[in-house]
């Protein structure tokens, strides 16, 4: 059975505080999706990475996969209170259905 | 693009009682999702169709749950008779293909009195 372990479960800082949230499985994937949940709303894709060592930046946030393909981690600088939320990783599996394996979420609380 | 569609938002029902969930996908998606979010976890599949073709129902109680996408479209998602347990958001994703980025609608939450 394919897991996805999240951590922290949950955060809370205060504004302009840097954060990384991590994500590790022992299992491959062939890509890894990060999402956001804000109350009320489901989940909205911030990014995809899919190659081993790949990097990603989406403003303030830089997602980073790992070489060997089984985890990844979101490091937020100068958090802001906007970025409060559950944040959500998720795997391609290698098998043929191509499922998603989702990790039990990172909720985050960013105090102004 | 339209998102996906989810009704109703709300429900309130007392256990025992049946109850049904709708979803509309993004046009031209093949693979939809249901998904019970238990508050403050991630998402858990119930079940993915591929078209109208179910991939997988392997987390789907099949005593008192069963979902239907008929034509490969709008989706229904019900669950007779309900439990308490089953209080949760019921969330609808669908996406162009298996393991390819999800789009979510904002959910049904259900209540179990």
């Known amino acids: 059975t394919q897991l996805l372990e999240q951590s922290p479960q949950f955060l809370s800082i205060q504004e302009g505080e840097n954060l990384t949230v991590y994500c590790n499985s022992s299992?491959?994937?062939?890509?890894l999706q990060w999402y956001r949940q804000e109350p009320g709303e489901g989940p909205v894709l911030l990014v995809t990475?899919?190659?081993g060592g790949e990097v990603k930046k989406l403003k303030r946030l830089t997602f980073q996969f790992g070489d060997a393909r089984k985890d990844s981690s979101l490091h937020i600088t100068a958090a802001q209170p906007g970025d409060t939320g559950l944040y959500l990783c998720a795997g391609a599996s290698l098998g043929s259905n191509y499922q998603l394996i989702w990790g039990a979420g990172t909720k985050l609380i960013i105090k102004p | 693009e339209a998102g996906v569609a989810q009704s109703p938002r709300y429900k309130i029902i007392e256990k025992r009682q049946s109850v049904a969930f709708w979803c509309n996908p993004i046009s031209g998606h093949a693979t939809l999702y249901w998904y019970q979010q238990i508050l403050g976890q991630g998402p858990k599949l119930l079940i993915q169709?591929?078209?109208?073709?179910?991939?997988?129902d392997s987390q789907l109680p099949k005593d008192r749950f069963s979902a239907e996408r008929l034509k490969g479209v709008d989706s229904t998602l019900k669950i007779q008779p309900a439990k308490l347990e089953d209080s949760a958001v019921y969330l609808c994703?669908?996406?162009?293909?298996?393991?390819?980025?999800?789009?979510f609608g904002d959910g049904t939450r259900l209540s179990i009195l």
């Open positions: 299992s491959v994937f062939s890509s």
């Open positions: 169709f591929q078209n109208n073709g179910v991939v997988d």
């Open positions: 990475v899919v190659t």
């Open positions: 994703a669908s996406s162009l293909e298996g393991g390819q980025p999800q789009h």
